[in-house]
C-alpha cells in the first residue's frame, strides 16, 4: 500500500510538436512543482493533425520525437515519472502507433503501449472518423509494475471496452489510465460516465488527462481531464476545455478497500452462452 501524488495535465496540441512540446514542459514542470510524482499527458500529446501527408512529415521514431525527448529529459531533471498519454510514433515498418510512452525517474523507457481499439465511428451531423486509416492497432495489454502502484495501460476508445480493463485489473492494475483526445459530441454523451464505471467495476482509480477545445486542425475536443477513485467519486476535474494541471492525492489502500467491499473480481465466473429461438405464433399479424 502507497500514497502519491498523480496529476493530469489537459492540453489543447495544435499542429506542430515543437510548440507542443514547450507547452508539454510547462505544465509538466508545473505538475511537478505541485509535488506530483506520476504526471499522464493527454492522448495525441505531440500533435493533433488530420492531414495524411503532413502525419508524414512531422511523425518520427521515439529516438529522434521531440516529445519523447522532451520527457526523458524532463522526468530525469524532475525525478517524476511522466507518462506520455500517447504520440504518433513511426515504426519500424514506415506505419504509424497511436503510442503512450512511460518513463521513470532516471529517464529510461520503462513502458509503451500502442492503442488497440480505432475510433472508426461515424457520428451526427456529419462528423466521421477513420483512426484505422492512419494508424496500426495494437495487439498487447500491458501492465507497469511501479514503486507505488501497479498502472495499467489505455487511450481514448479502449474506455468503451470494459474487457481490456478488467484483464490489467484482474492482473493486480490498481490505477487504470485512460488519456484521451475525446469529441465534444461523444464527451458530452458519454466521457463522465464512462470513466466512472471503469473505476467501479474495476475498484480501481482511473486517471484519464484529456485534450479540450478547439485545434488547429479544426476538430474539438471535450476536455474535463478526471482523476476518479476506486468508489466512483471524482476526486478532480478540470474545468471544461482549458489547458491545466489537476493533482490528486492516490491511496491505494482505497483499491484494496474497495475490492474488499465487492469482490467482483474474485466472484467473476466463465459461462457459456445460449442463443434460444422463439417459436413463430400462428396467425400473427404480417
Known amino acids: 500500500m502507497s500514497i502519491f501524488k ?3 495535465i489537459q492540453m489543447r496540441s495544435g499542429t506542430s510538436p515543437g510548440r507542443n512540446a514547450a507547452d508539454f514542459e510547462r505544465l509538466v514542470r508545473e505538475a511537478a512543482a505541485r509535488g506530483a510524482l506520476y504526471v499522464q499527458t493527454p492522448e495525441m500529446t505531440g500533435g493533433l493533425v488530420r492531414d495524411k501527408d503532413a502525419r508524414a512529415s512531422l511523425f518520427t521514431t521515439i529516438a529522434r520525437d521531440v516529445i519523447a525527448q522532451t520527457a526523458s529529459r524532463l522526468s530525469a531533471e524532475l525525478g517524476i515519472f511522466l507518462h ?3 504520440t504518433a510514433i513511426l515504426r519500424e515498418d514506415g506505419k504509424l502507433a497511436n503510442r503512450a510512452l ?3 525517474p532516471d529517464g529510461a523507457l520503462i513502458a509503451t503501449y500502442d492503442k488497440i481499439h480505432m475510433f472508426d465511428v ?3 451531423n456529419g462528423e466521421s472518423w477513420r483512426e484505422s486509416s492512419a494508424y496500426e492497432p495494437g495487439r498487447q495489454a ?5 514503486p507505488f502502484a501497479k498502472l495499467g495501460f489505455a487511450i481514448c476508445y479502449d474506455l468503451r471496452f470494459p474487457q481490456l480493463f478488467r484483464a490489467e485489473a484482474t492482473a493486480g492494475a490498481e490505477v487504470l489510465t485512460v488519456p484521451a483526445a475525446f469529441t465534444r459530441q461523444t464527451g458530452e454523451a458519454h466521457w463522465h460516465t464512462l470513466v466512472r464505471a471503469r473505476a467501479i467495476e474495476n475498484g480501481a482509480f482511473v486517471i484519464a488527462a484529456a485534450q479540450g477545445g478547439l485545434h488547429e486542425d479544426g476538430r474539438e475536443t471535450y476536455g474535463h481531464s478526471l482523476i476518479v477513485d476506486p468508489w466512483g467519486r471524482t476526486v478532480a476535474e478540470t474545468a471544461g476545455g482549458e489547458p491545466g494541471v489537476i493533482v490528486a492525492e492516490i ?4 483499491v484494496a478497500a474497495a475490492r474488499r467491499k465487492i469482490p467482483n ?5 466463465d459461462f457459456q452462452l445460449s442463443e434460444v429461438k422463439a417459436v413463430e ?4 399479424a404480417s
Open 281 to 284: 405464433l400462428k396467425g400473427a
Open 84 to 86: 506520455v498519454g500517447s
Open 102 to 104: 512511460l518513463y521513470g
Open 265 to 269: 473480481l474474485k466472484n467473476a465466473r
Open 251 to 254: 491511496d491505494t489502500a482505497q
Open 6 to 8: 498523480a496529476a493530469a
Open 122 to 124: 461515424d457520428l451526427d
Open 142 to 146: 500491458v501492465v507497469a509494475d511501479l
